[in-house]
């Protein structure tokens, strides 16, 4: 085991997690109150925007060392604490066993089709500016 590494991606989840908490703070997800978990749908197709936009950056602009080094402390760490899949299968299943099934659903495409979505733009972004 590489204990940089392990540094760099425990670093890296402390800032993505406290970073989600402090969404949540100022978002909250109430399901008696919000119909979608806005701040978590957000959460993760911004962390997949960046996901993209980090892998398009590296690809084209940094040697294979740097990229490794940067996927323990960004991708693993930062986005790996910020981007919750837990939290979204949780308040999906709430929203089923609410009698919501057409609301889970909605919970389930925006955030798997934004993600993807998101990744492919943040990677296009990032490829046309380090062409």
């Known amino acids: ?20 908490y402090l969404i ?5 997800y109430d399901p008696g109150l919000n119909e979608l978990p ?8 911004v962390g997949s925007a960046l ?11 940094f040697p294979l060392a740097q990229v490794e080094q940067s996927n323990f402390f960004f991708v693993t760490g930062v986005l790996g604490g910020f981007t919750t899949f837990s939290a979204f299968s949780l308040q999906t299943l709430e929203m089923l066993l609410d009698g919501e099934p ?5 919970n389930v495409g925006i955030s798997v089709v934004g993600g993807l979505l998101a990744a492919a733009l943040g990677f ?7 062409a």
């Open 24 to 28: 949540d703070l100022w978002w909250p």
């Open 38 to 45: 806005i701040a978590i749908i957000g959460i993760n197709i």
């Open 102 to 106: 057409f609301l889970a659903l909605a």
């Open 1 to 20: 085991m590489d204990v940089v590494n392990l540094i760099m991606v425990m670093t890296g989840c402390a800032l993505g997690g406290g970073s989600r």
């Open 51 to 61: 996901a993209g936009a980090h892998l398009g950056l590296t690809v084209s602009v």
């Open 124 to 130: 296009s972004v990032a490829q046309a500016i380090s």
